[in-house]
């Protein structure tokens, strides 16, 4: 019997839940913003429930080959995907995305629901630099991106 963990992140997005959902649900964008992945085989645009990807990570480990399917599609509101694999059980990624009056507040989540064991403290404090780090730069480049569609009247 494993154990189950989450941990969930957050930050504050300055453009609308859309445009911070057309973004990080196109799995192609997580080269740019997430560290250990490096490689996505999957259509360029947000993924619907049902539809799968593959994403090559470069961990300690060395590369680890995932097999991801989308298990919720809610357009600007939420998108869940999760992967099985043979060295930590399933990985289930969902994301949250909140209309503020400023924007969006956008939370991820990981759970690992059978891990073989907990994750040391360090672990999770590499999860949570790693996962800090990713957030800023969803941020910058979402809003980047938006300014540069609204400057040109196309956002």
């Given at each position: 019997m494993g154990v189950s963990f989450e941990r969930s992140h957050d930050i504050m997005i300055e453009t609308p839940p859309s445009a911070v959902y057309d973004y990080v649900c196109n799995p192609n964008s997580w080269p740019e913003w997430l560290a250990a992945s490096h490689h996505i085989d999957g259509e360029n645009r947000p993924l619907l429930r049902g539809e799968t990807f593959r994403?090559?990570?470069?961990?300690?480990?060395?590369?680890?080959?995932?097999?991801?399917?989308?298990?919720?599609?809610?357009?600007?509101?939420?998108?869940?995907v999760e992967a099985d694999t043979d060295f930590i059980g399933k990985i289930v990624i969902r994301y949250i995305f909140e209309a503020t009056a400023t924007g969006t507040k956008y939370t991820r989540t990981l759970c690992n629901p059978d891990r073989p064991s907990a994750p040391s403290p360090a672990q999770i404090a590499r999860m949570d630099e790693e996962a800090a780090i990713g957030l800023q730069n969803?941020?910058?480049?979402?809003e980047?991106?938006?300014?540069?569609?609204?400057?040109?009247?196309?956002?």
């Open positions: 994403e090559k990570w470069h961990i300690k480990r060395g590369e680890v080959n995932l097999a991801w399917v989308v298990t919720e599609s809610d357009p600007s509101r939420a998108w869940t969803i941020k910058c480049n979402v980047k991106r938006f300014l540069a569609l609204f400057e040109t009247g196309r956002a």
